[in-house]
């Protein structure tokens, strides 16, 4: 088992940054890919960005350019950091480890007012 704590959410201004963080523990192994998806009320829950143990990236379309995750792996932790965030980014934030099982946080708020 996996936990994942996800922290860093809260309200900002459109325009505005955040930065998320992820802190895994548990039956860590090596090879891995953390992710963060968003839930916007009244939707799928989508991807936003992943990374690789290895460090390689991938990003959703609506946030690239504005969004950058980036890993701590001697930490087992990832972080999303969100420049000029729209008011289209307010959502739920979860983090997800998966290893050949998938894990998920239980989400952080990220509200973007107008």
């Known amino acids: 088992q996996v936990q994942l704590v996800e922290s860093g959410g809260g309200l900002v201004q459109a325009g505005g940054s955040l930065r998320l963080s992820c802190a895994a523990s548990?039956?860590?192994?090596?090879?891995?890919?953390m992710g963060w998806y968003r839930q916007a009320p009244g939707k799928q829950r989508e991807l936003v960005a992943t990374?690789?143990?290895?460090?390689?990236?991938n990003y959703a379309d609506s946030v690239k350019g504005r969004f950058t995750i980036s890993r701590d792996n001697a930490k087992n932790t990832a972080y999303l950091r969100m420049n000029s965030l729209k008011p289209e980014d307010t959502a739920v934030y979860y983090c997800?480890?998966?290893?050949?099982?998938?894990?998920w946080g239980q989400g952080t708020q990220v509200t973007v007012s107008s």
């Open positions: 997800k480890w998966s290893d050949g099982y998938d894990y």
């Open positions: 548990g039956k860590i192994t090596s090879i891995n890919i």
């Open positions: 990374i690789t143990s290895l460090g390689s990236t």
